[in-house]
Each structure stands twice: as C-alpha cells, then as structure tokens.
C-alpha cells in the first residue's frame, strides 16, 4: 500500500449520481450497492440505520485506488447473495470528513455497522474474510 494525501492506497464502482446518492450501473446485484455523495444523505442514511437491525457494509473507497478497482467484482457478488445486508460506497476523496470519523487510514476498507456501531472490519483486498465477517454478523 502507497501513501497518498494522507491516504494509503489499495477505487470506485461506475456510477451515475443523483441527489448525493448513486447505485452502480451493472445488473440488479449492483443496484443493491448505494454511493453516498454528501455528508447531508450520509447523515440520513446513518441515522436512519441506527434504527435497523439490518447489517450496514461500507466500502472505503477512492478513484485512484487500483485494489478497490479489484475487490469491485467482489463486492458486487457480496451484495447479490447478502440481499439482508445494505451495502454503501463512500470515496474518502468527497466524504473525507466520514473516513476520518470512522479512522479509515487505507483503502479498500470496509466497515461492518450494526444499529451505528462497528461491529467489524477488513482494510484491504481479503475477500474472503469479508464474506466470512458478513455471514457472522448478518444475523
């Protein structure tokens, strides 16, 4: 992982944006995905989960990220088969405000939140201990 603005990198979906939010643009799985624009429906998408028991996955992610570029396929199946977990993608590069919230120090990171609280975490391309935190606490 490389250092870069205070990022260390290890990308992003393709998106169309509307009103702060955006959903990838392949298939049904990736609808499921939704990108977060602005720390305004950040806000109201957090606070709204708090009151879920729902499991939230949040990709850490930023453009010029070429092993986020590589978990994107991943994710995209992660969000197919755990229909019961919401999956959000933010760009440390807009929301960096939310990363440093949330001390994302590099990307690709996900953060496991369950009613506003981490529950559990992967920083880097680990699909697999991913999925196997995902099963664990979508329950």
């Not at 998408?45 to 949040?58: G, N, P, R, W």
């Not at 440390?92 to 990363?99: G, T």
Request: net charge positive; proline share 3%.
């Amino acid at each position: 992982m490389a250092s870069f603005g205070g990022w260390r990198r290890q990308a992003s979906y393709p998106s169309s944006v509307v009103h702060g939010v955006s959903s990838t643009t392949n298939a049904s799985a990736s609808s499921r995905i939704i990108a977060i624009h602005s720390a305004a429906r950040w806000r109201a998408h957090f606070d709204a989960s708090k009151l879920s028991t729902q499991l939230m996955v949040i990709d850490f992610t930023a453009t010029w990220c070429k092993p986020c570029r590589l978990m994107e396929p991943a994710i995209e199946e992660m969000a197919a088969k755990f229909t019961d977990v919401g999956f959000v993608k933010i760009d440390v590069d807009e929301l960096m405000e939310v990363a440093r919230a949330f001390e994302v120090q590099a990307m690709p990171s996900f953060l496991l939140i369950k009613q506003g609280k981490v529950v559990d975490k992967v920083v880097g391309t680990k699909k697999d201990e991913l999925q196997r935190k995902i099963e664990k606490h979508k329950i």
